[in-house]
């Protein structure tokens, strides 16, 4: 059953656009394979605000959401994850605001040396986050953090508790911004070594149990029903596992081997992150003793046995 993906999204990019009682969105004009359209930064709050997923440190954008915030005092900006997508705009707008940056923890330089995705190491929260923290942003209105690792480790959602207004049957409004954990347009990409496909997967079966059905999303469009959505995304994975064991079956090893296989009509620019897809499910595979391996993956040894400093104090030491 394939995904029933959402994307019908109205949108104009650096301009502030209220969604919703209390929650405006800007998009901004940062559009690539892995960001679709572009960043979603949301403005949350009446009186006080709380900014979520700042994202690029475009001069435009940045202006578009000071220009949302029109001099109401900002408690807080609230960082997902150090993807460069999502987090730099979180200096320049504490710097206008004076805001506390709140995230789960700053990504380790050692651990982002061992990939070559877009991080951004700039940005470190002044204020760790840890899993359920809450924090109130004005009265009746707060953030609860939802630590989910897998497509990063670092990976915040934030769910929000709306005691002022009601919602479905005098239930107060919640609301997920759930990051790139859960995106309508896409599945999120998970690449190891700092994604793991076991990790993103409990990460989603928390996400179920949450009281929230509405999903903000860090790009494209609202999610009107998040826990089937979800649903989706596991199905999903799970068949990716079932091609992916009919390969091994059937002999082929090279991940790029099964992306051919798997993937019908996939764009050139995205084999490497289909690629990547396949190792985070042979990691799976192997983590739960289905699957063993010869040797270890060839990057990141070969990056590992590069950066090894004591090469001269062993050609020094006189064969000792
Ligand atoms: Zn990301």
Redesign the pocket.
Known sequence: MPIRFIRDFEFRYETPEMVAPAITRVVARNPKD?TWIGTNTWIVGDDRLAIIDPGPAQSEHVEAVLEAIAGRPVVGIFI????N??APAALPLAKATGATIFGHSPLDPMIADLTD?DIDLSVVPDCRLGDRARLEIEEGLLIEAVHTPG??PN?LCYLLHDLRRSHEGGVSRRMLFS??HVMGWAT??IAPPLGNLEHYLDSLLRLQRLPVTRYLP?HGPEIPDGPDYVRQLIAHRRFRESQIVECLERGVRDPAEMVARMYEGLSPRLEKAAALSVQAHLDFLAARGLLTREGVPTLSARRIAESWPYNELESSSGGR
């Open positions: 892995y997902t994850h150090s993807h997508d999502h995705e497509h990063f990976h990051g790139d999120t990409v860090s």
